[in-house]
């Protein structure tokens, strides 16, 4: 008797969805409670208490005692605040190449009529910060109005020590506005928005801050601020001076107050465990995954796509798949035979490299599971690696 192929898995899927993407991330369980209370009016004493408490906690969180300006947006919203509000139209922002997320802002910028030349680097290393130095060293006429740099790229699992970007400006006495996304790297590992002399820094909630997706924010700077005077950019839900006029010192419109619930949430979680815990618990769970990488790749399996190991991402590591072994099959089985998400690669990576978040709200078991799944992913699929990459991440995690 012929069957019908199955239209859905075997199995359907039991348990808890094990999510190892690199963003959005888990969303803890008091968080999700924290986003279903009852709506309030915005414009309410109450909502206005609570709104103040979580600007002064962000900015604890970005290290800042600057501005923060919130929008109902993804990180993109954050991305285009962060350039129409500083730079107008024929400025020139010079974009340190990272990856694919350094280009989506520099398309972004493009688009916006901002000329953009970039510092060009290996996606495997990251930058070489004296080429940053001598590109601004150039530039005697001060053209670049700005430098923009992400401090974790995503989509490569390289993390830049970015407080070069301030040494090459002060080293060249360069007046240019230092811009950073700090999408994937705060709230998970260091990052300190005063102390290295940033300008605009551009977050978003889904991520180390493991609230849902669709609020982002930018730091900015008093220097930055004063520049946006003269910014002759059109804009208007994301004008800072606007924003400035309104009560809330952000929002044009209705303001997302479930979010407001679900940061403070956020926030006492963080600083319950502490920034620095939080930061050293991401640097465990990220090094346990590269040894279990590390040993996957004997027998010419996959590796860290991150060649440099000063780089290495705490909050994301991308791996990097053997010639002719295609990253989707991975995710494909990882997904269906064990309800684990990976991200797949992102623009010229794709089919190339899977990438596990290791953001937010996770711990040793959750992470292991990730990595024993990849691991029958990949026997599974036919590629080839070394075993006990999950004992070598037990084995550390043990002894730690
Ligand atoms: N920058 C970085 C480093 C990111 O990882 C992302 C998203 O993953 C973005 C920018 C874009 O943010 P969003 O997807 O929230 O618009």
């Given amino acids: 008797m012929s069957q019908t192929a199955p239209t859905k898995p075997a199995r359907p899927a039991r348990g808890r969805l ?4 690199p963003g959005p991330t888990n969303i803890p369980d008091s968080i999700l409670r924290a986003v ?3 709506t309030v009016d915005f414009m309410s004493p ?3 208490e609570l709104y103040d408490h979580c600007m002064a906690g962000v900015k604890r969180v970005l290290k800042t005692e600057q501005h923060v300006f919130f929008y109902t947006a993804s990180g993109h919203g954050a991305w285009e605040a962060s350039l129409v509000n500083v730079l107008s139209p024929g400025d020139t922002l010079l974009i340190i190449e990272t990856g694919y997320f350094s280009l989506g802002w520099a398309e972004m910028a493009e688009a916006l009529g901002i000329k953009v030349e970039t510092v060009k680097a290996d996606w495997r290393t990251g930058v070489d910060f004296a080429a940053v130095e001598a590109a601004l060293a150039a530039d005697t006429t001060h053209r670049i109005k700005a430098v923009g740099v992400v401090h974790n790229e995503t989509a490569t699992g390289v993390a830049l020590p970015i407080q070069k970007v301030r040494a090459a400006l002060d ?3 360069h007046p240019a506005l230092f811009m950073a996304d700090t999408i994937s790297s705060l709230g998970s590992f260091d990052f300190r928005m005063d102390e290295w002399g940033i300008d605009v820094v551009v977050g978003g909630s889904q991520k180390g801050l493991m609230l849902p997706t669709g609020m982002s924010f ?6 930055a601020l004063e520049v946006h005077k003269s910014s002759t ?3 208007h839900y994301m004008n800072w001076s606007a924003m400035i006029a309104r ?4 929002f044009i419109g209705t303001v997302p107050i479930l979010f407001f619930n679900g940061l403070k949430e956020s926030l006492r979680l963080l600083e319950e465990e502490g920034l620095d815990n939080v930061f050293a618990r991401h640097h465990r769970l990220a090094e346990a995954t590269r040894r279990a990488v590390r040993t996957w790749s004997g027998n010419q399996g996959p590796q860290l796509f991150c060649q440099d190991s000063s780089r290495l991402s705490d909050s994301v590591t991308a791996i990097l798949m053997p010639d002719g072994h295609n990253a989707e099959d991975v995710r494909k089985i990882a997904f269906e035979r064990f309800n684990v998400s990976l991200g797949g690669g992102l623009g010229p990576l794709g089919g190339k490299v899977f990438r596990i978040g290791h953001m937010g709200d996770l711990n040793e078991p ?3 599971g990730t990595l024993a799944s990849v691991e029958m992913a990949l026997s599974i699929a036919g590629v080839p690696h070394a075993k006990g990459g999950v004992d070598s991440a037990m084995e550390y995690l043990a002894t730690t």
Avoid: D
């Avoid at 094990?18 to 993407?21: G, K």
């Avoid at 930018?218 to 220097?223: A, D, F, L």
């Fill in 46 to 48: 109450a909502f206005l």
């Fill in 233 to 235: 950019m059109p804009k």
């Fill in 171 to 173: 080293a060249t006495k």
């Fill in 36 to 38: 279903s209370q009852g």
């Fill in 247 to 250: 009560r809330h010192k952000s």
């Fill in 18 to 21: 094990f999510f190892a993407n």
């Fill in 366 to 368: 959750m992470i292991l």
């Fill in 218 to 223: 930018t730091g900015v700077s008093n220097k």
